[in-house]
């Protein structure tokens, strides 16, 4: 009898494969059987994480979703912790309240969102936060800020939250930082009107260059009326705060540094500031109001809106 060797190989081969598969599913479950597998808080949004004061309604909010076994199935309660850390020089930079509980939130409450898992917003309030901490609104200042720490509890007893946290989880692909910063702001109000000055530098010693190589826009301020004023370094490449070299608009300097002025009128109700940005990563610029006071310090700052700290003003 002739036997077709070609159809023995093959089906010997057939038959190590599957048994090679089988040995390494066997491996793979002997390696992943003592695995302990826990849980993480995506962060799908940050609604608001400035607390204006005075403002009843003002709140930290954040849409979350839960991710665990069992499709977040594993969470028992998500407990939410937060403390209160001073930012102002003259009552002790940096002192920090500790943790306190403020509330258990029920993942019964929770929806289920377009991945199937469960999401929930949480909001808390100026108020909520002050009574937790156990501060008085009266202590709290422009760049203080309160943070919000949650922390899963699963139906194991197990505890996860920012101390169990690795890079991958507060990075971007899961998002999971389980620690957030409410800061505390002063709400909008009219500018303080006279000649305020921008001190200004340049890293590299050669003047700005802002939306170009070439020097590019200055500061602007856009007030009510429509009126646009403008401030920048002089650059020796072009263009610098709206005008060629040697302008009227842009500030001579020694390429280091440089003060302009802008002056707002009397009765102006808005002035909107903006940075058009930083070419090279040299600028460096802080804003001064009429009465001498700092409203903002800033370096190698992206482009966009400029914000006052109005508490200062």
């Known amino acids: 009898m002739k036997i077709n060797h070609k159809i023995f190989t093959v089906l010997a ?17 002997d390696v992943t059987a003592g695995t302990e597998r826990g849980a993480i808080l995506r962060t799908v949004n940050v609604t608001s994480d400035e607390l204006p004061i005075g403002v009843a309604d003002g ?9 665990s076994e069992q499709d977040g199935g594993l969470v028992q309660a998500i407990d939410v912790f937060v403390n209160f850390t001073d930012g102002t020089p003259d009552n002790g930079k940096g002192a920090t309240t500790p943790d306190a509980l403020a ?21 808390i309030t100026l108020g909520q936060l002050l ?78 260059q802002t939306d170009t190589g070439g020097g590019g826009s200055g500061i602007t301020v856009t007030l009510d009326d429509g009126t646009v004023l403008e401030v920048g370094l002089c ?43 930083d070419n090279y990563g040299e600028i460096g610029f802080e804003i001064v109001t009429p009465n001498g006071n700092v409203v903002g310090g800033y370096t190698s700052v992206e482009a966009g809106p400029i914000t006052i700290d109005f508490c200062k003003d």
């Open 131 to 208: 009574s937790a901490t156990g501060v008085s609104e009266s202590d709290i200042d422009g760049s203080d800020q309160f943070r919000i720490r949650f922390e899963l509890v699963l139906t194991d007893g197990r505890r996860y939250s920012f101390a169990q946290n690795s890079g991958t989880l507060t990075g971007s692909y899961f998002s999971s930082p389980f620690l957030y910063s409410a800061t505390i702001v002063c709400p909008p109000k009219a500018p303080t009107p006279g000649v305020w000055t921008v001190n200004m530098t340049d890293s590299y010693g050669d003047g700005w």
């Open 59 to 67: 709140f930290f909010g954040v849409d979350l979703e839960v991710q």
């Open 235 to 277: 650059s020796p490449y072009g263009s610098a705060a709206g005008t060629f070299l040697g302008g009227p608009d842009c500030t001579p300097n020694n390429g280091s540094e440089g003060s302009g002025t802008i002056t707002i009128p009397a009765g102006t109700q808005t002035a909107d500031w903006f940075f058009p940005g």
């Open 103 to 123: 509330e258990t939130l029920d993942p019964s409450g929770f929806t289920i969102g377009d991945n199937g898992l469960p999401v929930f917003s949480y909001q």
């Open 13 to 29: 081969l057939t038959s190590l494969v599957f048994t090679s598969c089988d040995e390494g599913d066997a491996v793979v479950d």
